[in-house]
């Protein structure tokens, strides 16, 4: 275990139940494996316990966290002790790579970006979270601290578009009524969810804020649950199907 987390957010602490909350989302699945093309070897950075991980291609996964690597799946291949900022393969290495809702953890996003895509002859895939969009989500009038902090953890799309050579595409990714990869958009039309301390512990925003915050958050949500001002503002999604925020799927080609 490493004496300091490689990230921004302690994993080993309370990541331990992390893929219980967190499932790969089979639409999100789908389209992330669609933008690898026919590549055959795949790099996942940032791999966590698994999740998006393709069955069909030759999987390399990098992950820092203790806690996550002993989640991982026995089907799933060990995940190597490493970070992004530090990859230890040659160049060109793999034919595509992968980094899913993990950058805005990374100590130096620039660095990590570039070492991706120097031991990556293809396309590079980012999961991640525009912040602009994120910042519009119903949350941040219950849990305005906890969604201004983790808008802000969100790197800018012209800063990722500036650390990787060659093209870039980004696209917004509905995200199904059901997700069952429990971040926070996931949840956007069954809010009770945040009531759930096992949901939030799996959220790393919550960790920024300080106890008081939460308690004070999760109050607001609840009498806004309660005496039903939350489903007159917000009660529409709860018959949506999907939902537009700010999850978004990167593909940069060189």
Partial sequence: ???????????????????SIRQPEPRFTSLIRSAFGDAKSLLNVGAGAGSYEPDDMEVTAVEPSESMRLQRP???????????????FPDDSFDASLASITIHQWRDLHQGLSEIRRVTIGPVVILTFEPLALGKFWLSEYAPELMKHECGRMPN???????????????AVPIPFECVDGFAEAFFGRPEAFLDEKVRNQQSAWGFISHEAQVASIARLQRALEDGSWDEKHGALRKQSEYFGGLSLIVSKP
Wanted: no cysteine; hydrophobic share 35%.
């Fill in 1 to 19: 275990m490493r004496e300091e987390p490689a990230g921004d957010f302690n994993y080993e602490q309370t990541g331990n139940t992390y893929s």
């Fill in 74 to 88: 026995t089907h799933l291949v060990t995940a190597i002790d490493a970070i992004a900022e530090d990859l230890p």
């Fill in 157 to 171: 799309f012209d800063v990722i578009k500036n650390s990787l050579s060659g093209s870039f595409e980004a696209m």
